[in-house]
């Protein structure tokens, strides 16, 4: 196990400059660890972000097989990390050794699918229209266009995958993928971590032998700020909360050049049970769904934090066997002490709303979260209320139920954006509420059919996003290959003579590559 | 030539509910044409933007192919509008009616490539990962994903295309065939324009039976405010002015869902002449080079406003020939008033500097432009002295001399981004500043080599975009077939039923479209 050093990552160095230190806690006891980590000052910011910069016009212009050994690299030294890895990340986050496994496996499963997505060469989007000398009125001249990486990106990670949307989660490997130099803002919650995975990332960059700068990382309180506002800073991707992604696309939209942020905030995913599905299987549903509602502490950003249902006896009763679980469900430990805290000012409001009902859980009391059941008014919802579409972090949820079909109509049309709405459906209840599905596919990023939507496959196909406030633009995935997309521009070449194009535009289609030429794709030599 | 009444478009019908009017003028004489145009009240801007809401549901479930039956019909009804409208155009904008002729084919041409894109299907970035049942440690749930329109567009034309960036441009075009309904803000130079080509796309849309409200068109000084904050929109497009397009994203931003602005607004395109080339058609390049800086009075976003070359006796020869020739350039008469009275003011504040000495170019008086040709010290450019880096919107350029490469390298990565940068230059020129390409990829949206930058092909290779200022999302283009993917968001079904899947994702693949299936791209079924 590498020391924990507790300095910034800057340009492939370490640095300590400033006076001010942290501390990293253990998750269940609230004891600080023995690690001590030097809040990077504004000079030190600067640097990291210079650092970037430097590394950019080397790095993005590397072969995208030198990238993807890069991040091949990356993965392998991720897999490496052993035991003890493991158990300082469970300290660190209180989440259990198995989780940590499978999330070390995700992350680096995740490097792997971007260094395939470079191999197979569709991010260039390669466009060639060739001259047409004797065209009338006026000849065409030769246009080609390709993508190249935004420039250098920075990068917040989340407390709740404490690996996979973290120090090399998808934003860093999405980035890294396109081309761009990555700041990474160490997350306060698990900074040891950080260092551990900051320490795989410069290993692998240092044995592929990348730019110094390719990776930089930060620790310290609201050092974020000079991070965003840094001239060299291209774009940003986060995932957290509404108020933290909202700040930071204020502060990128404020400055003296703007640059886009890819903010991942809040969602409470809606979970639509009808009325065959609950007749045919309610017992299983009802386990089914507490299940993912506690799991992990509820803390997903694709928790089900609201069940809505047409009312009947049947649904009633499915309501009392879900109250019922959720009173069985035991207390669990949370992220750290900013977590718990958030989480009960979160079911203080829901008590404290008239119009809506505690079903279940015990008084939230303690260093733990206590599971919870409420139910609300539907006027609620269709009357606007902001509590009901704020994301409740933790393991509760929200039961509405509607009068009938117009209304769940009506119901859904007054959601805000979402990551995803699930379907507990059969095929009887498909056929009789068709008229939600296209609704669903305009308020979500991913619809779910009899599934639940904890759970975020790491593929080609996979939409982590959605419209507002699930994040701060509905054109991007943080999960997923699709994510290489975000930090990515297209370039036009006219007229320019073959040897000086790129490889990926030039006649003899070096790299293999489909192109879209002359309106048709194809993967034959010019 | 059907009546110009100058009332809204909203939802299909005709409205003037206010009592504020306006008239459009004789760009040349200043005189008021005979038509009045109501601007649109805030209940009309709502109306406006209700009626493209309530049209999205079924037009961006129209299949692709009804959508580009719409846009080819738009083209046919274009390509009719007869000679009255030419002169009518040419009234307005003073433009000459060759180049509105022009105009209308290369309008009409855009319509049919969107259309073309539709029916290629490339644009529905269809994905496929079929579920993997046996997987260990967790089976993969079947996830499929392809792109939708993002809602409501609004879009805000430029002066200077009275149709190839206004009421059918490319911004609509783009939004229309992304399924997004549009509400055109008609452009106050050219209303009357504005209301025969809002007339073609009503007819077309009647023709193919298109949902009402699929196009919207309001007119009024200061209603874009209203439609940019409407909560019905969902993105924006413009063209025009830093300023103007800096206001509208400001409103985005600030809206309580931020919606996303591409604004294409401001360009000097730096055109580098370099020595081999000087040497080899030195006369050559400076009467083409005045040629593009006077044509259609520089009223281009590619106008070409920075000429750098290295000091030398050819270079200082060159200045001179330049001198000669924008001396020989004839006044012309601008878009309209306000549109001198910029040009006035830009070429005003350029005498006024004390390190820019003014080559060439009669006194700017009357109603007309005057070329004009002006010499900065290369210092302005290192040290960033704004005035350089700020387009004058008309018939002006401006030359700066550096010492030798090293200063013309550093002269370029001064400039700000930019939609073009031009790269005049032979063979042995090009091996000697390798250096400057990857520094101009970096800077701008389109590189040209021995061409000038005025004249942008509408095709799928063409980026018209670039970093800001250039315009507000380098990711982005506003001309050619990506424009499209600006207005698209993706969706992600995990387990849908086939039959329930939209069809460019059903196992058959009705459409026949490629698709990324399991990593591998095929357009077999599966």
Request: net charge negative; aromatic share 6%; hydrophobic share 45%.
């Amino acid at each position: 196990m590498s020391e924990i050093i507790g300095h910034n990552y800057i340009g492939g160095a370490r640095s300590a400059a400033g006076s001010l230190t942290l501390h990293s806690h253990d998750a269940s006891t609230g004891e600080a660890l023995p690690f001590i980590f030097s809040q990077a000052t504004v000079g030190e910011v600067d640097a990291a972000a210079q650092a970037a910069a430097s590394a950019y016009p080397a790095f993005r212009n590397l072969s995208a097989n030198r990238r993807a050994e890069f991040l091949e690299a990356i993965a392998t030294q991720l897999d490496a990390l052993g035991d003890d890895f493991i158990a300082l990340v469970s300290r660190e986050t209180a989440l259990p050794s198995g989780r940590i496994q499978g999330e070390r496996a995700r992350t680096s499963g995740q490097m792997r699918l971007f260094a395939q997505v470079l191999r197979r060469g569709d991010f260039y989007g390669a466009r060639i229209d060739r001259a047409l000398p004797e065209r009338q009125p006026l000849p065409r001249v030769d246009l080609r266009q390709y993508r190249i990486g935004v420039g250098p990106v920075a990068v917040f990670g989340a407390s709740n995958f404490p690996l996979t949307f973290s120090t090399a989660g998808g934003d860093t490997a999405a980035a890294l993928a396109a081309g761009c130099p990555v700041v990474f803002k160490a997350h306060s919650g698990h900074m040891a971590t950080a260092e551990r995975v900051a320490d795989a990332i410069i290993r692998a960059a240092e044995q592929t032998d990348m730019p110094k700068g390719v990776f930089n990382m930060i620790y310290g309180a609201g050092v974020g700020e000079a991070l965003v506002k840094h001239p060299a800073i291209q774009a940003v991707g986060f995932t957290g909360s509404l108020t933290g992604g909202g700040a930071l696309c204020d502060m990128a939209a404020a400055r003296p050049q703007p640059i886009p942020v890819f903010a991942e905030m809040s969602s409470i995913n809606p979970v639509l049970v009808l009325p065959e599905a609950l007749q045919v299987r309610g017992e299983k549903i009802a386990s089914e769904l507490v299940a993912s509602v506690v799991q992990g502490c509820g803390q997903f950003c694709t928790n089900p934090g609201l069940v809505i249902g047409i009312g009947s006896p049947r649904f009633f009763a499915f309501t009392a066997l879900l109250s019922t679980l959720i009173n069985e469900q035991p207390a669990q430990t949370m992220l750290n002490a900013g977590t718990l805290h958030s989480y009960r000012n979160g079911v203080q409001a829901l008590l404290d709303h008239p119009a809506i009902s505690h079903l279940a859980g015990k008084a939230q009391q303690g260093a733990q979260a206590q599971p919870q059941l409420f139910k609300a008014d539907v006027r609620l919802l269709l009357d606007g209320d902001p509590l009901l579409q704020e994301e409740v972090f933790g393991p509760t949820t929200l039961i509405v139920e509607v009068a009938d079909k117009a209304e769940l109509q009506r119901a859904l049309e007054s959601l805000h954006g979402q990551l995803t709405a699930t379907l507990i459906a059969e095929a009887g209840d498909l056929q009789s509420h068709g008229e939600l599905l296209p609704l669903l596919e305009q308020k979500v990023g991913r619809v779910l059919f009899n599934g639940y939507p904890t759970g975020v496959e790491v593929g080609d196909a996979m939409v982590h996003g959605g419209p507002y406030p699930a994040t701060s633009d509905a054109r991007g995935t943080s999960v997923g290959s699709l994510a290489i997309e975000r930090f990515l521009r297209p370039v036009c070449y006219q007229n320019c003579p073959d040897a000086l194009l790129p490889e990926a535009l030039q006649n003899a289609n070096p790299l293999g590559i489909n192109r879209l030429v002359d309106g048709h794709y194809q993967r034959a030599p010019l």
